[in-house]
């Protein structure tokens, strides 16, 4: 892997604000002189997510992960760690000269940057192709009828695949991408998987175009529409996953509606990517869309991330409430107000639009029932005078969802309503509510059982995944471990106060360190060239440690400790000098309880213990 200096990660460290950074992502809230926010790498519904911006660091009291700007860059965005500082660094305007060059890791950075380059190539030739060739007439009318011109087609970059596959291989050819690349890049499909000499063809033909962009608004994937009567497939295609590309942790224009979404507090979920961009366009941009799947409890943390509330505007026939049902049931656990905004039947956002304006979208997405109340009053009015089996059954499908809710007394006021509503008994509800909550602490349990398995077997948890370039190769290792509260403040006090340091660090690493367990992070520590008084060079100083060393100082930074001081320190060192006898005297004694030992040996062994008892003594 290509090293960066240390002074080079100082330098990017010292140009970027966590806080700023971390905002740019998602809201924090403040509280005291540190910010908040839920942690975007475990579910939690209460903040643990802590950022310092004194020490510019981040640290989840929950889930363990922290680290510095490049740190929170590598987990969120999925990057490792030189690309997560070329990144800052191009942010800061800092240029980065690598001190070793990998050509492996370097033939595998260059993949991924020519799977990007492909996007934004074809991006452009799709574009092009849309108001310039011939051949794209049907996308051209498809948008008129529509009601989509010219400056909405621009503001989206609308492109169009055509049916001729020789004018995209030809194009692809033109620009130097390989049949290979288009493969990876998801562009092109090998005819037989087993035996690529077999030739591929395109993945997009007579399709209306929509680029999937990640939260930079760089193109990372398509979605193509049919254009044409009659056409085979379905009616939108989606980009096969790519080294980019995660269909379930994208949203479709998120790039866009990001910022209004935060302001707003709230996000409106369109089924369509067409209804997400009839209502931008319309005003109405705190939205989303997700890419033609079912929705994930990654699309849940995203949306966690920048607002509390989110309403769901589905179709009005059975298939939109079953769809909106599943996803309430997804974003229900991250602690979101799930909402339900009910369209006209046969009507969807956009056709809403295009017929009766914006307004009468708004007017549906101003005050939309809870989830429950649409339930209840929709589905609970047609079974009140049903049988009562239907009525048990219908209270055992809303349990479920009501057991989703944290909030005990929302908990109790939906019972209550479920109960009256539907003529069932107030006893058993709880009871399916109880019993529903007891199965999801049991499925949660065994996950964890099967992460920590997973975990012995060398493979990390999922949500740490990923993060370095070798990660899929090289099992990490265990987290590292100090037990020991006197070897964590010294780790500490050499960190953050310049005169401990000073005061302790300038003389030799202590021969009893060799005695006591957990001192090999301290000994680095003490070894390291690290000025306390500087946030950004702590921080490149920890980000040149394994990941592991990486967590375990980071969870002793946000450790509540003693006042530290160079007296502190001293007292520290003399306790570890005090233990470090014991243990001595402790091997010295077992020693002598040995099988065969000469009376010459055993002698030897009485004198050592007498002097260490005679050292222990003067302490």
């Known amino acids: 892997m290509p090293i960066i200096s240390q002074e080079t990660i100082q330098k990017i460290l010292d140009e970027t604000d966590i806080v700023e950074l971390i905002e740019g992502y998602f809201p924090l809230k403040r509280a005291g002189v540190n910010r908040v926010a839920v942690c975007p790498f475990h579910n939690e519904k209460t903040p643990s997510f802590n950022v310092n911006p004194t020490r510019q660091i981040f640290h989840c009291f929950g889930c363990g992960a922290g680290g510095d700007a490049i740190k929170f860059i590598m987990m969120y965005d999925n990057l490792p760690f030189p690309e997560a500082a070329k990144r800052l660094a191009d942010r800061a305007g800092i240029m980065i000269q690598e001190e070793v060059y990998d050509a492996k890791y370097e033939a595998k950075m260059k993949g991924r940057r020519e799977v990007m380059r492909l996007q934004k190539a074809a991006a452009d030739w799709f574009y092009r192709i849309l108001f310039k060739h011939p051949i794209a007439q049907p996308g051209r009318d498809y948008l008129k009828s529509r009601g989509l011109g010219m400056d909405t087609s621009r503001n989206w970059k609308f492109g169009y695949a055509p049916g001729d596959q020789r004018m995209f291989f030809d194009w692809a050819r033109g620009e130097g991408f390989s049949m290979q690349q288009l493969v990876e890049g998801g562009l092109a499909k090998w005819r037989d998987e087993n035996n690529p000499n077999r030739g591929a063809y395109s993945f997009f033909r007579d399709r209306l175009m929509f680029p999937v962009n990640n939260e930079m608004g760089e193109p990372i994937a398509f979605s193509g529409r049919h254009v044409l009567p009659d056409q085979s497939g379905g009616k939108y295609v989606n980009s096969p996953e790519t080294v980019l590309f995660n269909k379930g942790k994208v949203f479709f224009g998120f790039d866009k509606t990001k910022r209004p979404i935060v302001r707003e507090g709230k996000v409106i979920i369109f089924e369509g990517q067409l209804d997400l961009i009839t209502a931008y366009e319309a005003g109405i941009q705190n939205a989303v869309a997700p890419l033609g799947t079912a929705f994930t409890s990654d699309h849940a943390r995203v949306l966690k991330r920048n607002a509390d509330e989110a309403i769901l505007c589905f179709d009005s026939d059975t298939a939109g409430q079953n769809a909106a049902k599943k996803a309430f049931r997804i974003l229900a656990p991250s602690g979101m107000l799930v909402r339900l905004a009910l369209l006209p039947e046969g009507e969807d956002p956009d056709s809403l639009i295009q017929k009766h304006g914006p307004d009468a ?62 003529g069932v008994g107030e006893d058993e509800i709880r009871k399916q509510v109880r019993d529903a909550v007891a199965n999801q602490e049991r499925l949660e349990k065994s996950r964890h059982r099967r992460e920590s398995a997973r975990y012995q077997r060398g493979h990390a948890p999922d949500q740490y995944q990923n993060l370095s370039s070798d990660s899929a190769s090289t099992p990490p290792a265990a987290p590292t471990v100090i037990n020991n509260r006197t070897v964590r403040l010294l780790c500490k006090a050499l960190l953050i106060d310049a005169s401990t340091r000073n005061s302790i660090a300038a003389s030799p690493i202590p021969k009893f360190f060799d005695n006591i367990a957990e001192t090999e992070l301290l000994i680095t520590i003490w070894r390291a060239d690290v000025d306390p008084d500087s946030h950004a060079s702590v921080n490149a100083f920890i980000s040149t440690l394994t990941s592991q060393d990486q967590q375990c100082i980071n969870g002793i930074m946000n450790e509540d400790s003693a006042t530290i001081n160079a007296d502190l320190a001293q007292e520290c060192l003399q306790a570890l000098n005090r233990k470090s006898i014991e243990n001595q005297i402790a091997t010295t004694k077992a020693r002598m309880g040995g099988l065969d030992l000469q009376p010459s040996e055993l002698e030897s062994l009485g004198k050592q213990l007498l002097d260490l008892r005679g050292q222990l003594n003067e302490r």
């Open 361 to 422: 979208l708004r007017q549906i997405l101003e005050h939309p029932p809870e989830f429950f109340d649409f339930q209840i009053d929709r589905r609970g009015s047609q079974l009140s005078s049903g049988t009562l089996r239907d009525r048990l059954n219908f209270a055992k499908d809303l349990a479920e969802d009501i057991s989703l809710v944290d909030d005990k007394m929302l908990q109790d006021s939906l019972i209550s309503r479920v109960t009256v509503r539907l």
